[in-house]
């Protein structure tokens, strides 16, 4: 079993769509949390930092974390064409010497 | 700010030879770099842990004498492929820490293609 599960897509979606991409995760130690965007051929782009269980709010963009649940989500309101990416969640142990474990990455093109 | 650089950020060989690829942080100093590599598709897997003036760390099942990690400044890692192969073709993408923040930010990665 992968330590964070996340489905590879491709999501497809019409502009203007609330977009939710998911990971699940198995290792309860994880403490932090972030969802990363990547555009073909490029590095990834910190969108969201997490630690605790609850929401956070950046423009268009929501992080959730469920611990309890070992759930965590994004959610891209009014989504744009721009938004077409690949997004990847990843995970960190405290005091982890900052190994970040990363999902898959779920593919998502936002159409016109 | 935290912009961070690759050179080159594409690079085609042949079997055998070796290729270096330079990771830098232009506006911090980062104490820890990271070295990953992605095959399409797929997820980014950490090759090693690179601190300024020691040895890299290496994770299980990354050859540590195929790839060469070198991090001689603050500034500065470079990591280099050894007799590449073309099974070696890949995307690699460093990632720099600065020592008093947790966040990692990322290169732009290096393409690269063995013949």
């Known amino acids: 079993q992968k330590e964070v599960e996340q489905d590879p897509g491709p999501l497809s979606v019409p502009e203007g769509a609330i977009v939710s991409l998911n990971c699940t995760y198995s290792?309860?130690?994880?403490?932090?949390f972030m969802w990363y965007r990547q555009y073909s051929r490029k590095g990834p782009e910190l969108l969201m930092y997490t630690y605790s269980s609850g929401n956070k709010e950046d423009g268009r963009f929501t992080a959730q974390v469920d611990k309890s649940s070992k759930y965590i989500s994004l959610f891209i309101r009014d989504s744009q064409p721009s938004d077409s990416a690949t997004y990847l969640c990843?995970?960190?142990?405290?005091?982890?010497?900052?190994?970040?474990?990363f999902g898959t990455g779920t593919q998502l093109k936002v159409e016109l | 700010g935290a912009v961070v650089s690759q050179h080159p950020s594409w690079v085609i060989c042949k079997s055998g030879t070796s290729v270096k690829i330079e990771c830098r942080s232009l506006?911090?100093?980062?104490?820890?770099m990271f070295w990953y590599r992605q095959f399409p598709k797929q997820s980014l897997m950490l090759m090693a842990t690179s601190n300024e003036g020691s040895k890299a760390t290496y994770e299980q099942g990354v050859e540590k004498d195929k790839f060469l990690i070198n991090h001689a400044s603050l500034t500065l890692s470079t990591l280099t492929v050894t007799s590449a192969h073309p099974e070696d073709s890949s995307f690699y993408i460093c990632s720099a820490r600065i020592s008093s923040y947790n966040e990692q930010f990322f290169g732009p990665g290096t393409r690269l293609t063995v013949l």
């Open positions: 506006d911090f100093q980062a104490t820890t």
């Open positions: 990843a995970t960190r142990l405290t005091g982890g010497g900052n190994k970040l474990t």
């Open positions: 290792n309860s130690a994880f403490q932090y």
